[in-house]
């Protein structure tokens, strides 16, 4: 396998960029040792490799413990905590069996109502930000976005009524929510002492122990971090668990004055299917009782589904609509897509048209949507080169040999088509590297261009889902994207990595591309985008930098920004006949 010899190239993973990580990759292979001071990792983006870690062998390929239980701890029972070892395993598939078909098309088709109510709000809340004489504003675009993404969440998956794109401040729990990822992110150090205290002290020392690190008498600002997280964990639990148990009673009382009492899973009245817990409560209580999850299962469902889906969706939102800015040309495409799936010929310009196109795209179907070409390629494209997760990472449990598509050169020299895996060493999952592999995308891999999917013959919209064999059947002579001389990811989503692949791949990822093409939709039917053209008091014009610290930050760069405060900030105006191209 390729050696890099730089001592502390592991570290610089993590902190180069995109660029060095896709360079890492280019130069030296799907296998690239990495070094640090303190541990070794092999660096992936391998097809076959990643086959091998994630699906076929993905017992021996672990989640660091580190993950598991901080998750555990922090969210309870959910499938983020249910994976790692041997009997969680089970707890997992059991999870997972029952929650799949929870998230399926037909489902998804019942919760669009919320999302479309959601986008409007947004675009409406953004109109009245916006001067009366069609000339453009500076909006930073990122908070209204991550609140977007976070009553999405409240209201389409908990069913809570969070109601955060309006309300001057949030809720005590919604505001625990939104919390949590950033609390996370700044507290991450401290992740690696909880599997310790977990093994090593009774729950009951365990708490005391959390309750003697979290004191207000500690007075490091680390503390100050902690405390904070307890505080938040503790409104995110209660609030979860009334949610929860309101839910609950809730359910009970429809079931007694339903007719048919015993719902099935997918068979549920349109009328009932409102939320993502409600869908689960039901299919849980139809569920025969071996397979039946127990509630705090349920409600660790619920804690984790608004950590996994809240800051990746806000973040491919947010650079899906800063690209379309950078873009006025399918900016301009898309538009006129969106407009003639609308059925209306003309612009709305002034408020009783508005109205009129509102009621109009609200009647847009989940079909339609999802199939319009060129918002699938515009949505694909983005998630596609800009991952919302980059890198992730997996444990060896045990020495294994790991086979690869593609041969790369070992430190002495000889190419090799496999490589040893040390017990208990780490790999790091390369989404981004894998994404952007020019010998399976083309040579412009590096490149944003949403109409690369308009030529593939699987037509958008359609999944080929990865059936485990290593190379796909040749059935059509006809190129099909992400597949090269039969060759593709495992990834479930159009042979790429971003939604991963396996058992534990995201379980959420049809509602993410839901909830992002009915966002775009919504705003680009009445708003233009475009990057920030005035310059400040020292003649600076803003620039974008999207800067990777584990996620992708959006930042503004020095001089014109302080190059640290996440931001989006775009010239927003009212829509005009010239911004469409037909
Ligand atoms: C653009 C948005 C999203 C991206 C890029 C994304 C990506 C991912 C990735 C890469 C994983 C695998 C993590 C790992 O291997 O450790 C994952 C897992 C997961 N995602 Fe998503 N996700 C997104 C949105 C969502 C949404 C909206 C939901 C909930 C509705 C969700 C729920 C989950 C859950 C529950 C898991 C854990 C699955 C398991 O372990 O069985 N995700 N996601």
Redesign the pocket.
């Known amino acids: 396998m390729s050696d890099v010899d730089i001592s502390g190239n592991l570290r610089k993973v993590f902190r180069g960029g995109v660029d060095h990580c896709v360079d890492l990759a280019e130069k030296y292979g799907g296998a690239v040792r990495l070094t640090s001071l303190f541990a070794d990792a092999i660096y992936l983006s391998d097809p076959l490799a990643f086959y091998h870690v994630l699906v076929k062998e993905q017992h021996s390929f672990e ?1 660091p413990d580190v993950f598991i239980m901080s998750n555990k701890a922090m969210f309870g029972e ?3 905590s249910t ?1 790692g070892e041997k009997h969680h395993g089970e707890q ?1 598939r059991k999870q ?1 069996k029952l929650l799949n078909p929870v998230f399926s098309t037909s489902n998804m088709r019942e919760l669009l109502p919320t999302l479309q109510s959601i986008a409007h709000k947004l675009t409406s809340v953004l109109v009245a930000k916006l001067p009366d004489d069609g000339s453009y504003k500076e909006i930073d675009v990122l908070p209204w976005l991550s609140r977007s993404a976070l009553d999405g ?1 409240c209201q389409a ?1 908990l069913g809570y009524p969070s109601n955060s794109l309006e309300a001057a401040e949030n809720d005590e729990y919604t505001e625990a929510l939104r919390m949590m990822g950033p609390l996370i992110s700044r507290t991450m150090y401290f992740r690696p002492y909880v599997p310790m205290v977990v093994r090593n002290l009774s729950p009951y020392w365990s708490r005391k122990f959390v309750d003697f690190i979290t004191a207000p008498w500690m007075p490091t600002e680390t503390m100050r971090e902690v405390r904070e997280m307890r505080r938040i964990i503790e409104i995110m639990d209660s609030g979860s668990k009334k949610a929860f148990a309101e839910k609950k009673a809730d359910l009970e009382t429809t079931a007694l004055s339903s007719a048919d009492a015993e719902p099935e899973v997918g068979d549920l009245k349109p009328s009932r299917r409102k939320d ?1 817990m409600d869908i689960m409560l039901r299919a849980n209580s139809a569920s025969s009782s071996s397979e039946r999850l127990a509630d705090a299962e349920l409600l660790g469902q619920m804690n ?2 608004v950590f ?2 809240l800051d ?2 806000t ?2 939102l947010s650079r899906c609509v800063y690209l379309l800015a950078k873009n006025p040309h399918a900016q301009a495409r898309l538009r006129s897509e969106i407009r003639d799936a609308v059925g209306s010929a003309s612009v709305a310009k002034d408020d009783s048209l508005i109205s009129e196109h509102e009621n109009l795209l609200l009647s847009l179907s989940y079909d339609t949507l999802m199939n319009l070409p060129f918002l699938d390629g515009v949505v694909r494209e983005t ?1 596609r080169l800009y ?3 980059p890198l ?1 990472s997996r444990r060896a449990t045990k020495a294994t040999t790991l086979p690869l598509q593609f041969p790369v050169r070992s430190s002495s020299g000889a190419e090799v088509s496999a490589i040893p895996i040390p017990e208990k060493s780490f790999v790091i999952i390369s ?1 981004l590297a894998a994404n952007r592999n020019r010998t399976i995308w083309g040579d412009d891999a590096n490149e944003w261009k949403p109409e690369r999917w308009l030529s593939s013959p699987a037509g958008p919209g359609a999944e080929v889902l990865f059936d485990g064999a290593e190379v796909l059947p040749s059935k059509s002579s006809a190129p099909v994207l992400g597949v090269k001389d039969g060759i593709r990811y495992p990834g479930v989503y159009s042979n790429m990595m ?3 692949a396996g ?7 049809k ?2 591309e839901m ?2 093409k009915e966002i775009i939709a919504t705003l680009m039917l009445r708003l233009h985008f475009a990057l920030p053209t005035d310059a400040d008091s020292n003649g600076h014009i803003k620039e974008i930098e999207w800067r990777l610290r584990g996620f992708h930050i959006p930042v503004v760069k020095p001089p014109a920004g302080d190059g640290i405060t996440p931001r989006v900030p775009l010239n927003v105006r009212l829509v005009q006949e010239d911004d469409f191209i037909w």
């Open positions: 989640e959910g499938l983020i994976i997992h997972r969440v998956i993502m984790v589904m996994a889906g990746t969706t973040s491919a998630l991952p919302s997760l992730m989404i971003t939604f991963q058992s534990r791949s995201c379980i959420g990822f509602f993410a909830e992002m």
